[in-house]
């Protein structure tokens, strides 16, 4: 498991921890800092997010001030020694995720306030790559190091500020849902809840219905 210690004002002091467990109910055991952000050289180092590729295991992460992923050891405890923090996405977006699907690396983010109730903005954006470490470009051409991004899924009159998406989940007949979160407006003081979406795919790009939260919707067949 790999987590955030972070404050608020706190981006040179933050950084990224992992803990290990023999199931996913835990207990963990806390190993400690893969990096602090001063250390590391990225500032506001939080929101990791672990991927194998190539039989090689990685760490992306950042917030606001670049998206970066560097190499890990084997065991997946330590930076691999000698890499160094790539960056694959401007200052544009926080809490990144990547998604393989064919030839192309999907990475997405969040930007927008995440926190602000009915008044939320965040959203979900993204770009694609064939490449793991990009260059992740929009459906225009653009690159998301130099700050561009497409809009997956916005606010309505439901929920705002949906963003900070989770997992990728393909269903027994091959449909892809994505897990996020935001406030519902009929109840804002309940915080920000977990909402989940069904992802279509046109011509290799992700789309959400409307490009916001369904009201209802089929849902995901388990087998």
Known sequence: MYYSKSVWGGEWTCGIGVATAVSPEGPFTDHGALFISEDIGVRNSIDPFFM????????????????YGIELTDDGLA???GS???????????????HKRGDYYYLFGSNGSCCEGVNSTYQVVYGRSKSLFGPYLTKEGQ???????????HG??????PGHNAEFITDDKGKTWMLYHGYLKSDPDAGRQVFMDKVEWIDGWPVV???EPSSNSSSPSIE
């Open 84 to 98: 160094a923090p790539v960056p694959i996405a401007g200052n544009q977006m926080e809490g990144s995720y990547i």
């Open 52 to 67: 194998e590729d190539g039989g090689k295991k990685y760490v992306f992460w950042g917030s606001f001030h670049g998206i």
């Open 156 to 161: 309505n009159e439901i929920v705002a500020g």
């Open 79 to 81: 930076v691999k020694p």
């Open 209 to 211: 219905a409307g490009s």
């Open 143 to 153: 690159s998301m190091l130099e700050g561009h991004y497409n809009v997956l899924l």
